[in-house]
């Protein structure tokens, strides 16, 4: 991959100049440390990931070719294919007669239609639609709950491994920051 990235990426050449080469080092040396230590191909496609955002954060990503055996061992290892029980249509009704602007929403980042519904103090955020094979409808894709007096949000990515943050960001009416995701 890194290879792969330095020979083809159109931006490669631009970090480097402004990171400078003796990052970019140091970056590849404890990447590769951490990447030796992985366990399971989740926790290698995260690391590969990670190694990416050196260059940016995002309109990139990286995503194993799985079969449908490969899925379901996932399943076990992450324990994340949790579901929300929500009626699709009936959510859609609902965020479209809502007036105030907050978490609860329909919201989309590059490959998913992701909806928000509060329960009780908390939020759930499910798949609506998804261009990942790996998320259905109805999967948990993230939550935000009430941590004592703050709230703490949870966004599972691509391989469905777990990044926690602190509480998300609402930006304006029409964007959500939870950690680096947008």
Same mark, same amino acid.
């Given at each position: 991959?890194?290879?792969?990235?330095? !020979?083809n990426?159109? *931006?490669?050449q631009? =970090?480097? @100049?402004?990171?400078?080469?003796?990052?970019?080092? =140091?970056?590849?040396?404890?990447?590769?440390?951490? /990447?030796?230590?992985?366990?399971?191909? %989740?926790?290698?496609?995260?690391?590969?990931?990670e190694?990416?955002?050196? +260059? $940016?954060? *995002?309109h990139?990503?990286?995503? $194993?070719?799985?079969?449908?055996? @490969?899925i379901?061992?996932?399943?076990n290892?992450?324990? &994340?294919?949790?579901?929300?029980? &929500?009626?699709i249509?009936?959510?859609?009704?609902?965020?479209?007669?809502?007036?105030?602007? @907050?978490?609860? *929403?329909i919201? !989309? /980042? %590059?490959?998913?239609?992701?909806?928000?519904?509060?329960d009780?103090?908390?939020y759930?955020? +499910?798949?609506?639609?998804?261009?990942?094979?790996?998320?259905?409808?109805?999967? &948990?894709?993230?939550? /935000?709950?009430?941590?004592?007096?703050?709230?703490?949000? %949870?966004?599972?990515?691509?391989?469905?491994?777990? &990044?926690?943050?602190?509480?998300?960001?609402? =930006?304006?009416?029409?964007?959500?920051?939870?950690?680096?995701? +947008?």
């Amino acid at each position: 991959m890194k290879k792969t990235f330095e !020979e083809n990426d159109a *931006g490669f050449q631009y =970090i480097i @100049d402004k990171k400078g080469q003796a990052a970019y080092n =140091i970056h590849n040396q404890l990447m590769i440390e951490k /990447i030796k230590a992985a366990k399971t191909l %989740t926790e290698c496609t995260g690391l590969m990931y990670e190694w990416l955002t050196f +260059f $940016r954060s *995002g309109h990139i990503g990286i995503e $194993r070719l799985t079969n449908e055996t @490969d899925i379901s061992q996932m399943s076990n290892e992450t324990n &994340v294919h949790e579901t929300w029980e &929500v009626d699709i249509s009936e959510f859609e009704k609902y965020i479209s007669t809502k007036q105030e602007a @907050d978490y609860e *929403g329909i919201w !989309e /980042i %590059t490959g998913y239609k992701i909806g928000i519904k509060k329960d009780g103090e908390n939020y759930i955020g +499910f798949i609506i639609e998804s261009s990942i094979n790996t998320w259905k409808p109805c999967m &948990v894709k993230m939550k /935000i709950e009430q941590n004592d007096d703050k709230l703490k949000s %949870t966004f599972y990515k691509r391989d469905h491994s777990p &990044v926690e943050s602190g509480e998300p960001e609402l =930006i304006g009416k029409n964007y959500l920051q939870i950690n680096q995701f +947008f």
